[in-house]
């Protein structure tokens, strides 16, 4: 059995580097022709930043499947000399905090040399050594007690039922969806909201919520400038009261128009319920990894060095689930590019397109996102269609553009403001 679940790791592994290999030959191939959308230097600057990030991916991929082998052959056994209290549910929780927390520290770096190295090199990063390290302090602490609550409520289901992988889904299930209605909560922890003072653009969205029947339970800025330069908005929250968050880069680049076009189509994402069927999908996936995942043979655990008790169970569980998401992966992006298509079209008819288009360029440009991918990283992992098939079915064309815009200093090709 273990060979088995051996083998599938590898091909999925080299399945993973060989699409990343892919991108980074297509990207590099791709820098060195006619640039669309951004000017020259914009473009070549976003794909260096694309290369660096998937070349540091490659390397990612190779760690991942060498501690999968580890904890595959000796690491459970390891750790598991380390746990023994006479409670199980104890036992567990000890055991699944020593197997996240020596994943985390491997992970670690990458997240640290992605913030300030390949990030700080492209001019997003905002964050200090120290803001970095009180985060992560933030973060481990939230971890543990809401991450403890978790696993004993789950290490003891395992122990008390031989059906847990039923009950199991039901709880994590139930998670999923509050941590949805609770996201706004936790990241005030980490970021500071303030009331929108804008009062004319304030009541513009009030009034396109709306239409779209929403009601607004506070519009707020977020200081994102403080971490990143990235732009971004979103509405946080289940119902039909949600709390509209406008990062302040995005206040800052995007006029009132294009801004309207963006929360736009964030409302098209809740008119055409595509949150609840997120959910769904989130919820099918937990379903068939329980099934899957919850039905393993005890032998591969003794192959492991182990012995079947909860913490190991789960901690299997959470090794093996890369492997059924990436199966998934495909499929939830397909229906994920679908759903930004009728969104965009719902924004597009609630502001304009014009306004819509010209938005998604200055968050091309001031993103960094190169506009070309190889098809095989479109497959797996475009939640978003390519920006080029959006701002075609918004009617844009290039090079009628290029006739009626002004080409700005920072190389955007925008819309001339007529205000």
């Known amino acids: 059995m273990l060979e088995t679940i051996v083998l599938i790791y590898t091909l999925y592994t080299l399945l993973r580097i060989y699409i990343s290999v892919m991108q980074v030959g297509f990207l590099s191939q791709e820098r060195n022709k006619e640039a669309i959308i951004l000017s020259d230097t914009k473009y070549v600057i976003a794909a260096n930043y694309a290369i660096a990030k998937e070349r540091v991916a490659l390397v990612e991929h ?18 598991s000399h380390f746990v023994g209290l006479d409670n199980p549910v104890s036992s567990s929780v000890l055991f699944l905090f020593g197997f996240v927390g020596i994943n985390f520290l491997v992970g670690l770096p990458f997240e640290y040399y992605y913030k300030f190295k390949i990030d700080k090199d492209f001019h997003f990063n905002k964050m200090t050594p120290k803001m970095f390290v009180i985060d992560k302090l933030k973060s481990s602490a939230l971890f543990v007690v809401i991450g403890g609550a978790i696993f004993a409520l789950l290490s003891w289901i395992v122990s008390s039922f031989d059906s ?4 199991g ?17 936790f990241m005030g922890l980490f970021n500071k909201f303030s009331p929108l003072e804008d009062e004319d653009l304030k009541q513009d969205i009030i009034s396109m919520m709306s239409k779209a029947g929403l009601v607004s339970d506070g519009i707020f800025v977020m200081d994102a400038s403080k971490r990143d330069s990235r732009l971004n ?3 946080g929250g289940l119902g039909k009261s949600k709390r509209v968050v406008l990062y ?15 929360l736009g189509h964030e ?5 055409h319920g595509d949150i609840y069927k997120n959910i769904a999908l989130v919820g099918v996936l937990l379903f068939v990894a329980f099934f899957t995942f919850g039905n ?22 959470m090794l093996l689930l890369p492997l059924l998401s990436f199966v998934f992966t495909p499929v939830m992006s397909a229906i994920s590019r679908h759903n930004e298509f009728a969104a965009d079209e719902y924004g597009s008819d609630m502001s304009s397109k014009d306004d819509l288009v010209s938005a998604l360029l200055k968050l091309v440009t001031e993103n960094k996102a190169f506009p070309k991918s190889h098809p095989l990283v479109i497959f797996f992992y475009y939640t978003h269609p390519p920006v080029l098939e959006r701002l075609k079915e918004l009617g844009y064309d290039e090079a009628k553009i290029r006739e009626k815009t002004t080409l700005k200093k920072e190389g955007i090709f925008a819309f001339v403001d007529e205000e």
């Open 62 to 79: 190779l760690v991942d499947y060498l501690m999968f082998l580890w904890w595959s052959f000796s690491g459970f056994a390891m750790l």
């Open 164 to 167: 847990w992988w039923i009950w």
């Open 169 to 185: 889904f039901v709880l994590l299930f139930a998670i999923a969806i509050a941590a949805n209605v609770l996201m706004p909560f």
């Open 233 to 235: 908005a979103f509405f």
């Open 248 to 262: 302040d880069t995005l206040l800052e680049k995007l006029n009132k128009k294009e801004l309207l076009a963006v």
């Open 267 to 271: 409302l098209g994402h809740f008119s």
């Open 296 to 317: 393993l043979p005890d032998s591969l655990f003794i192959q492991m060095g182990v012995s079947p008790f909860a913490g190991v169970k789960i901690a299997v569980f």
